[in-house]
């Protein structure tokens, strides 16, 4: 049983930047791909960035391509969500999300979640 918690949400102005945390424990960390996903009040939750086992292959869905950037450190059982020039429709709840096997942006493909961390842009 993997457990996960994120860290690093808050209020932030339109074009800042926020650094989430997802922290691992209970299981064997680099055995995993890791996702972001985020739920937007009102909104259906969507995929956000996936990385694969080592790190070095990464996917991202078109909305926060180019001011997202997901990357992992297996050393520290830690995944990381660089959130750089935010605008307001990236506000979400922001999870974590771990899967066992080969996963893209389905979601029924990541077996543990977190709890989740608020994001909020204003504008």
């Known amino acids: 049983q993997v457990q996960l918690v994120e860290s690093g949400g808050g209020l932030v102005q339109a074009g800042g930047s926020l650094r989430l945390s997802c922290v691992a424990s209970?299981?064997?960390?680099?055995?995993?791909?890791m996702g972001w996903f985020r739920q937007a009040p009102g909104k259906d939750r969507e995929f956000v960035a996936r990385?694969?086992?080592?790190?070095?292959?990464?996917y991202y869905a078109d909305s926060v391509k180019g001011r997202f950037t997901i990357a992992r450190d297996n050393a520290k059982n830690t995944m990381y969500l660089q959130m750089d020039s935010l605008n307001s429709e990236d506000t979400a709840v922001y999870y974590c999300?771990?899967?066992?096997?080969?996963?893209?942006?389905?979601?029924?493909?990541?077996?543990?979640w977190g709890q989740g961390t608020q994001v909020t842009v204003s504008s």
């Open positions: 999300a771990a899967s066992v096997g080969l996963s893209g942006s389905n979601q029924a493909q990541y077996k543990y």
């Open positions: 209970g299981g064997t960390f680099r055995n995993y791909v």
């Open positions: 990385i694969s086992w080592g790190g070095g292959n990464t």
